[in-house]
């Protein structure tokens, strides 16, 4: 079972950055797809960006062309990096991996974006 523990999150002024990493208990050579998920207080949890192992990246129309995603095999992780923040991206972010058709989730790192 993978074990993935998310750091990284924190009070944000808006216009600015972060960068939320994931950390995996083992190896995600054989993970197919890494994502990062948010969830908003009272509402659903919804997907912000993946990652496959090829490299393939897919973003969420409201993180485009603001957020980063990308993974780094050597080291178990996955990254995200957040610009141009806005209050609407406060949220619980969860990373999660999908392996052999296993969902495995973190548990969650809270950002904030507030002046």
């Known amino acids: 079972q993978v074990q993935l523990v998310e750091s990284g999150g924190g009070l944000v002024q808006p216009g600015g950055s972060l960068m939320l990493s994931c950390e995996a208990s083992?190896?995600?050579?054989?993970?197919?797809?890494m994502s990062w998920y948010r969830q908003h207080p009272g509402r659903q949890r919804e997907l912000v960006a993946s990652?496959?192992?090829?490299?393939?990246?897919t973003y969420a129309d409201s993180v485009t062309r603001r957020f980063i995603i990308f993974r780094d095999n050597s080291n178990n992780a996955m990254y995200l990096h957040m610009n141009r923040l806005t209050p609407e991206d406060t949220a619980v972010y969860y990373c999660?991996?999908?392996?052999?058709?296993?969902?495995?989730w973190g548990q969650g790192t809270q950002v904030t974006v507030s002046s």
């Open positions: 083992e190896s995600i050579d054989n993970i197919y797809l």
């Open positions: 990652v496959s192992s090829g490299g393939t990246t």
């Open positions: 999660k991996a999908l392996r052999m058709g296993y969902s495995y």
